[in-house]
């Protein structure tokens, strides 16, 4: 090795090296797999490219180079509990991968690698290791082609090829499909990094020391599995490989750590820094400073790529990863919120490569703090309780008696209430527990944590007419499309047509009517039907768009078809539709109530999609693209969409995004919208693959599946000078404004909005927003509400309504001007009682007992009146001021030492209290009857209690 590279540098040397052999440089996918349900996150490179290898899609380019980005906290990978134990796994690492889709193969993917490791970086070549599968089932023929390619390059010794079975060289994509061998290339790092040296342990290439390092898979993508075990040569064959980047860049910057390499250096300083360890103190502390730089790094990258923390799904992760650094921070004395300075370094160090870090930088550091800080507000009770549970464990195993199997494990259960309750998350209270030799059911934990996500409605809700009735649909279509006895068929292969964007109005004939769920030749007056027709403009509910509701008419009755149903002539009729659905594969049905006529199969009619409530459908649409992009320049991009009604009154839009949006934001975001309104921008709508408009850009949502077809919505910055002609070809050319693949209806021009009204922010689910807004007629209707109300108060105010603000500001003052005023009186006049009834004071023995009720008075005056009460009377005073239910009661000292304590007044009375012997507080019951009877009560407790 000549020079020290940096990490960066090694990246893009990896790069380079491929592009100059003819790969193309593409960027990491996101963290977040798009449109694959099965996976939580990105966990290797070959995730972007699945569909290339499954024979779905294709890419423009045969060759491909990247460096992406993944993560191994969940699902299948779970390289969680290696990190901080062992130094060459982390949970979020960067894979570099070379690519070829149906081009060169193995020599040449070996040839490469070989020359980049020892040529380019000069590895040791008697050092280098490369395994190959050899099935241990015996299905699969030996990957020899492999091994002889490796044996024939420059001063690799031969005997480094060592073949392994399934386990360790066989990839497959799933249980069938794609899967082909694998030859994975090891570095022998020399005795001295054997970290079982000394013990028997099986020591060599996949063995159980930390002697031979796993640097780079190289997989050959060539057969195809079938169930029945066939293996078929697939037509065209892949390579996909995968080098650990943290790995390479330990050896090549010779250090025995993946975090001694300068990708952690920053991380490592920052902590040093707010520990005050010296390098030798971090040494020994070495586990939580690995886990935190990893962690740290993690939250970031996942932060950036929108994951905020939360209680479900993905959002968990970043917050157990978050708040589990955060614990292992404590035990190197960080107890303040620490995560965002190390962070920083992350940002630093990787912004140039990964842009959506420096872009999410605020975003970045405030969710890390924030988590640190809500964190920091249960945890103590919460490893306080589980404490309690683990010691109950412990004293239980120490028990003869107790079952020993049973009590080592904490119930999975009482895993999760900590996490409900305390927002421990599953994997710190493993942590803990297993510190102490305990662990927890994870099964059990899993299965509280979905029962309580179903039960808070987080499970997929059923389909309104959950499809029970399919096959009885898919039996009417085969009847409509078979044609019997000679008649034409009344449906194609497709079924019904299926147009909303085009066709508000389309003609037809019945083809089936459903009444009950039984197929009817005619309904009548009333009844609800289900109308089958060969074209329907009535859009289905999708994508948060809610149906299309209309009429379906009869238009000519008694046409050719009549006779076939057997119909009589017969009169118009109509009904009203309310639902559309897509009834089975094939079959749309118009769901309504016949109120007028009686319609029969064969009718002629038209069916009419209710246009005054589609087109503010279509605003609130068109509009809910604008408010995404105005929120994604207002917060940052991971505010992005998480749920979304469209409706014709209003629209409702939830978004990731961890806090209240403040007044300015809203207003900022409101204002946005209305001048992409202003701006009168063509609306845009094409159907194109779903690769062109994702590679041009297009906005996916999370969690939509989409087809090979989609249909995009581009908003364009406006050039209306263009004719209706030319924007077409000009779409191309304009920059976007919007772009989001979508399959609603929209409008024109942004200018048939009209106007958009925020009508509430506010929280929808942990980590998630919701915003509700009117536009068009509904924008309309509440600035007329709003404006009417605020002319009524004018009003009433008798003032201009650009008066109004200062008015009410002029009201409160003089209300509270007023308010100080009769506060004043009444402290006046209460004095002036009390002045009275002292000259008139009553003795008790050698007692002066004052006994008074003060109406409409206040707390603070009794007390002020009870100081009075002292001042004149030092000496042999009791006195009892009740004002509503509000009792003070005063005794001097000498009367306390003789046995009257302030307390005793007020039982004596009936009432309730305590304070000082010589001045206590209390109340009297509501319903206590007369004050007067019961402070007439006074004298006598002061008779009895004094000695
Ligand atoms: P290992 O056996 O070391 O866990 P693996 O077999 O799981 O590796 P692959 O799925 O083949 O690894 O991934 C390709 C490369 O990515 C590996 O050769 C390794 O260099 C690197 N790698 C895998 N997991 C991690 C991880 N958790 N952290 C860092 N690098 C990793
Ligand atoms: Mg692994």
Request: net charge negative.
């Amino acid at each position: 090795m000549s020079k020290k590279l940096t990490g960066n540098q090694i990246r893009q040397d990896f790069i380079d090296f491929f592009v100059e052999h003819g790969h193309t440089a593409v960027p990491s996918m996101s963290l977040v797999p798009g449109g694959d349900g099965t996976l939580l996150f990105t966990n290797s490179g070959m995730v972007q490219f699945k569909d290339v290898f499954v024979g779905t899609d294709t890419r423009p380019y045969k060759r491909a180079v990247d460096s992406q980005k993944c993560l191994r906290v969940a699902g299948k990978h779970n390289d969680l509990e290696d990190v901080g134990r062992d130094d060459t796994h982390h949970t979020f690492f960067e894979m570099l991968g070379n690519w070829s889709f149906g081009d060169y193969y193995k020599k040449e993917a070996i040839a490469w690698s070989w020359q980049l490791l020892t040529d380019v970086w000069g590895l040791p070549k008697d050092k280098l290791y490369a395994t190959c599968f050899e099935d241990d089932m015996g299905d699969i023929p030996r990957d020899d082609e492999a091994a002889d390619i490796w044996k024939q390059q420059q001063g690799f010794n031969p005997e480094h090829v060592l073949f392994f079975g399934r386990k360790e060289n066989l990839w497959q994509m799933a249980e069938f499909g794609p899967c082909g061998p694998c030859s994975e290339i090891h570095l022998d790092l020399g005795e001295e990094r054997d970290n079982l040296r000394g013990t028997d342990h099986v020591c060599g290439v996949n063995g159980e020391c930390t002697r031979y390092l796993e640097l780079w898979n190289n997989v050959f993508i060539q057969y195809n599995l079938f169930e029945d075990g066939r293996l078929e040569p697939l037509p065209a064959k892949h390579v996909d490989t995968g080098m650990g980047f943290e790995r390479i860049v330990s050896v090549l910057q010779g250090v025995d750590s993946n975090y001694k390499t300068d990708l952690f250096t920053g991380s490592l300083e920052v902590l040093r820094s707010l520990t005050g360890h010296s390098e030798k103190e971090m040494d020994a502390n070495f586990t939580p400073y690995r886990v935190i730089c990893d962690h740290a790094r993690s939250a970031a990258f996942l932060i950036a790529d929108g994951v905020v923390p939360g209680n479900g799904g993905r959002n968990y992760v970043t917050r157990m990863i978050i708040r589990r650094a955060a614990r292992f921070g404590t035990k190197i004395g960080l107890n303040q919120p620490f995560l965002a300075k190390v962070a920083e370094s992350v940002i630093d160090y990787y912004g140039d490569f990964y842009p959506e870090l420096q872009k999410n930088k605020a975003t970045i550091l405030d969710n890390l703090t924030r988590e640190e800080v809500r964190f920091a507000r249960t945890v103590e009770a919460g490893t306080a309780h589980l404490q309690n549970l683990l010691s109950d464990l412990l004293a239980e195993r120490s028990d003869p008696i107790g079952e020993r199997s049973r009590s080592a494990m904490l119930d999975g259960h009482k895993a999760f209430d900590l996490y409900a309750t305390y927002g421990l998350p599953f994997e710190i209270s493993r942590d803990i527990a297993r510190e102490q030799g305990l662990d927890i059911d994870e099964a059990g934990f899993t299965e509280a944590k979905n029962e309580h996500s179903k039960a808070s409605g987080g499970g997929k809700a059923m389909g309104k007419l959950g499809g029970e009735d399919s096959e009885f649909f898919a039996n009417i279509l085969k009847d409509l499309q078979s044609g019997r006895g000679g008649v034409t068929p009344l449906l194609g292969k497709d079924g019904v047509e299926y147009d909303p964007y085009n066709s508000p109005k389309v003609e037809g004939e019945v083809l089936a009517l459903v009444v009950n769920g039984e197929s009817v030749s005619s309904a009548s007056l009333d009844d609800v039907v289900e109308v089958i027709l060969p074209k329907t403009g009535f859009y289905i509910e999708s994508g948060g768009q809610v149906n299309d509701e209309g009429y379906i008419r009869s238009s000519s009755i008694g046409s050719s078809t009549a006779d076939r149903t057997g119909g009589q002539q017969g009169q118009s009729w109509e009904i009203e539709i309310t639902g559309v659905r897509r009834a089975a594969a094939g079959v749309i049905t118009h769901i309504g109530q016949v109120i007028s006529g009686q319609p029969k199969v064969g009718d002629k009619v038209i069916a009419e999609v209710d246009i005054v409530r589609r087109h503010n459908i279509m605003r609130n649409h068109t509009a809910t693209h604008l408010l995404h992009k105005a929120l994604h320049e207002v917060l940052g991009d991971h505010a992005r969409q998480a749920g979304s009604l469209v409706a014709p009154t209003h629209l409702r839009f939830d978004f990731t995004q961890p806090d209240a949006m403040t007044p300015e934001q809203i207003e900022r975001v409101e204002k946005m919208v209305n001048e992409a309104i202003a701006a009168d921008m063509p609306v845009h709508k094409e159907t194109k693959s779903q690769d062109e408009a994702k590679k041009e850009g297009a906005m996916a949502l999370f969690g939509e599946k989409y087809g090979e077809i989609v249909r995009t919505i581009s908003i364009l910055e406006s050039d209306s000078s263009l004719s209706e002609n030319t924007q077409q070809q000009a779409a191309a050319l304009q920059s976007k404004y919007s772009y989001e693949l979508c399959g609603g209806t929209h409008i024109d021009r942004t200018s048939d909005i009209g106007a958009f009204l925020i009508v509430s922010e506010g929280s929808a689910a942990a980590g998630i927003r919701r915003i509700e807004a009117v536009t068009g007629r509904g924008a309309y209707e509440l600035i007329n509400k709003r404006f009417k109300t605020l002319k009524q108060t004018a009003g009433g105010l008798k003032s201009s309504v650009e008066e109004v603000p200062a008015k009410v500001e002029a009201l409160q003052d003089e209300v509270s001007e007023l308010k100080k005023e009769l506060a004043n009186l009444r402290a006046q006049q209460a004095l002036s009682t009390f002045n009275l009834h002292l000259a008139n004071i009553q003795t008790v023995k050698d007692v002066n007992v004052l006994a008074l009720e003060i109406p409409d008075s206040n707390v603070d005056t009794l007390r002020m009146l009870a100081d009075k009460f002292r001042e004149k009377y030092p000496k042999a005073g009791a006195a009892v001021l009740v004002t509503g239910a509000t009792v003070i009661a005063v005794v001097t000292e000498d009367l306390v030492k003789r046995g009257l304590k302030a307390g005793d007044l007020i039982t004596g009375i009936g009432g309730k209290g305590g304070g000082r012997p010589n001045l206590a507080q209390g109340s009297l019951p509501a319903s206590g009857g007369d004050v007067k009877d019961a402070l007439g009560k006074v004298e006598k407790t002061v008779e009895e209690k004094l000695t």
